[in-house]
């Protein structure tokens, strides 16, 4: 059974850094995307970033520069590393498995498992 577990979120100044992580068992997250996804009460869920099975990285033109994704292969663990944080990145975070190995999607849809999430919520 596929379980996606994150954590780190939580309060911060604007200017500040937190790192997100995202734990995966039953399946080895190197082997096809993943991704990171935010939302706000009343919104849609908005992707974030992605890092394909080769490594390979894309993010949101609302944190490029700000926020970057990687992954540990050893600790099986997916990582949102998020610098220089504003009131508006105030969201909860969810990380996200996709059985695509390449060409990552944007979409909810794209991905086929979730974890539960993790609130960060930055002040001004």
């Known amino acids: 059974q596929v379980r996606l577990v994150e954590s780190g979120g939580g309060s911060v100044q604007a200017g500040g850094s937190l790192r997100l992580s995202c734990q995966v068992s039953?399946?080895?997250?190197?082997?096809?995307?993943m991704g990171w996804f935010r939302q706000t009460p009343g919104k849609e869920r908005e992707w974030v970033a992605a890092?394909?099975?080769?490594?390979?990285?894309s993010h949101a033109d609302s944190v490029k520069g700000r926020f970057t994704i990687s992954r540990d292969k050893a600790e099986n663990t997916l990582y949102l590393q998020m610098n220089s944080l504003k009131p508006e990145d105030t969201a909860m975070y969810y990380c996200?498995?996709?059985?695509?190995?390449?060409?990552?999607?944007?979409?909810?849809?794209?991905?086929?498992?979730w974890g539960q999430g993790t609130q960060v919520t930055v002040s001004s």
């Open positions: 996200a498995l996709s059985w695509r190995r390449r060409s990552c999607g944007l979409g909810v849809s794209d991905y086929a498992r």
């Open positions: 039953g399946y080895t997250a190197s082997s096809s995307c």
């Open positions: 890092i394909d099975r080769d490594g390979s990285t």
